[in-house]
């Protein structure tokens, strides 16, 4: 399937002698710096009609003119799969994860993933970067995601992730008890020696999480959490590093701590916990159409309210 884009501009003068992708990018800020560059190379965006350099100076007053065509992707297969779509329109589209679900494709889940099933609701995501998927879950979060329907949405969702106007809301159960809430500012980045891991690394990315308590157990902490950055195992890395791991996080957490004095109920829902407890409770964004803010929240899974009801029983006992 593919897809045409038309659109063309007018330069004014007062942006003479600026180069042709800065121009782009400002005339044309729907569309990524990335994407706008690789169309004038293929001639697909062009002055007065001629392609041009992105480096080459532009003097004001020449017509811009984009004629594009989409192409896929990326050689994904559509699947059938059943989604639990909390908001959809023409621009974007949110849903709610549940858990064993992979996002995207990679070399051990060739398929089955959320791409998949992204791809058989909605075919026209074929032409879209990652189908449209701006930012994700792991495989055992479950939650609130939202995806882009077009490049100006995905465009314009990607900049709120990176200007941090998008708001996103976490809940967790954690093991300890803690004493309150607090602010984790600290870097992330590769593991040293575990590739498949993130750690706290002062070579790594600026990341930051603030939490609050919900509730506290004698043995464990419900906590909200809210995410200023988004990098990968965030919270989980964060939440060990300061010494109170995700319930269920066989990466971060290896070893489920069965504290002494926990009754066999709370000690037999720990151990068959089968994935780290957190939950995407909240996303805010600004529409990429019309401009507004909206809102959406999503209750816990039935695993993680079992959990917590086995904390206030094993708390009461």
């Known amino acids: 399937m593919t897809s045409q884009i038309s659109q063309r501009a007018e330069v004014p003068f007062d942006m003479g002698n600026k180069r042709l992708d800065q121009v782009a990018a400002q005339l044309f800020p729907d569309y990524s710096r990335s994407r706008l560059q690789q169309w004038i190379k293929d001639g697909q965006l062009t002055v007065d009609g001629e392609a041009r350099r992105a480096r080459d100076k532009l003097t004001g007053g020449e017509t811009l003119q984009i004629e594009a065509e989409l192409t896929a992707e990326g050689d994904w297969q559509a699947e059938a799969m059943p ?17 064993d679900l992979v996002v995207h494709p990679a070399a051990g889940n060739p398929d089955g993933t959320l791409l998949n099933g992204l791809l058989h609701h ?30 100006q949405a995905q465009n314009n969702l990607v900049g709120q992730l990176q200007d941090r106007s998008m708001g996103r809301e976490y809940e967790a159960v954690v093991q300890g008890q803690m004493t309150g809430g607090g602010k984790v500012d600290e870097p992330i980045g590769r593991h040293g020696t575990q590739r498949t891991r993130m750690a706290v690394n002062p070579m790594g990315k600026e990341a930051v999480t603030h939490y609050r308590v919900l509730k506290k157990f004698p043995t464990h902490t419900h906590i909200r959490l809210k995410l200023e950055t988004g990098r990968t195992h965030q919270i989980r890395v964060h939440m060990a590093h300061i010494g109170y791991p995700l319930v269920g996080d066989a990466t971060y957490a290896p070893r489920t701590r069965l504290t002494k004095g926990i009754g066999p109920e709370l000690r037999e829902t720990l151990l068959h916990f089968g994935r780290q407890a957190l939950h995407a409770r909240k996303l805010g964004l600004i529409h990429p159409d019309s401009g507004e803010w909206m809102e959406w929240e999503v209750e816990l899974p039935d695993d993680f309210v079992q959990l917590l009801k086995a904390l206030e029983r094993d708390a009461e006992r």
Do not use: F, S, W
């Open 83 to 99: 989604l639990d779509i909390v908001y959809e329109d023409d621009h974007i589209l949110v849903i709610n994860k549940p858990a």
């Open 122 to 151: 909605c075919p026209q995501l074929e032409n879209i970067p990652r189908a449209g998927i701006v930012h994700r879950l792991d495989k055992d979060t479950t939650g609130l995601m939202v995806v882009a329907k077009t490049l």
